[in-house]
T-cell receptor
């Protein structure tokens, strides 16, 4: 079955860049997503990328996709304390049916002052 | 505010009790989903509804039932709660397959 892998924790200093990595196994993935979850809250869509794109930039966020290696990354420039959260990578395969996303287990981003 | 509304936010059940988690969206989305989130496990799909009148099992459907009451509402029922069902439950909706999902704020359920 499909699988999405992320490291569980990432610690960065305030003001530095954060890079959160994700690998997936489904070669038919059509959409790949990054979600943010703050404590006690639901998941919030941050950004997404189509599988035919290599890069997408949105203000402080840069998503890089290496389809050959099935590797997705999220770079957050100038990391702030408000970026402290769990970040989930998710992929949608190309199979038929609205059968939901496959999520990674999430990366806890810890900001050091 | 437009979005996905879940009720209740918190619930404690005794083993064997039943309850229904409610979810409603006001964005005219076709597809709705129920996930559970457990520490170290990420989110796992319980059931989904591609459109009004249809429901399908996800990864972990055992012990749950769902009803797509209308386009807006998608409920999750636990007929006989077990401690293994202690979790945070999230409802989500999407316009169509492949578009970004909107999540509710979750229901924290404890079964004792």
């Amino acid at each position: 079955g499909e699988d999405v892998e992320q490291s569980l924790f990432l610690s960065v200093r305030e003001g530095d860049s954060s890079v959160i990595n994700c690998t997936y196994t489904d070669s038919s993935s059509t959409y790949l997503y990054w979600y943010k979850q703050e404590p006690g809250a639901g998941l919030q869509l941050l950004t997404y990328i189509f599988s035919n794109m290599d890069m997408k930039q949105d203000q402080r966020l840069t998503v890089l996709l290496n389809k050959k290696d099935k590797h997705l990354s999220l770079r957050i420039a100038d990391t702030q304390t408000g970026d402290s959260a769990i970040y989930f990578c998710a992929e949608m395969g190309s199979g038929g049916g609205a059968d939901g996303l496959t999520f990674g287990k999430g990366t806890h981003l810890i900001i050091q002052p | 505010n437009a979005g996905v509304t879940q009720t209740p936010k918190f619930q404690v059940l005794k083993t064997g009790q039943s309850m229904t988690l409610q979810c409603a969206q006001d964005m005219n989305h076709n597809s709705m989903y129920w996930y559970r989130q457990d520490p170290g496990m990420g989110l796992r799909l319980i059931y989904y509804s591609a459109s009004e009148g249809t429901t399908d099992k996800g990864e972990v459907p055992n012990g749950y039932n769902v009803s797509r009451l209308n386009k807006r509402e998608f409920s999750l029922r636990l007929e006989s709660a077990a401690p293994s069902q202690t979790s945070v439950y999230f409802c989500a909706s999407s316009p169509n397959r492949g578009q970004g999902y909107t999540f509710g704020s979750g229901t924290r359920l404890t079964v004792v």
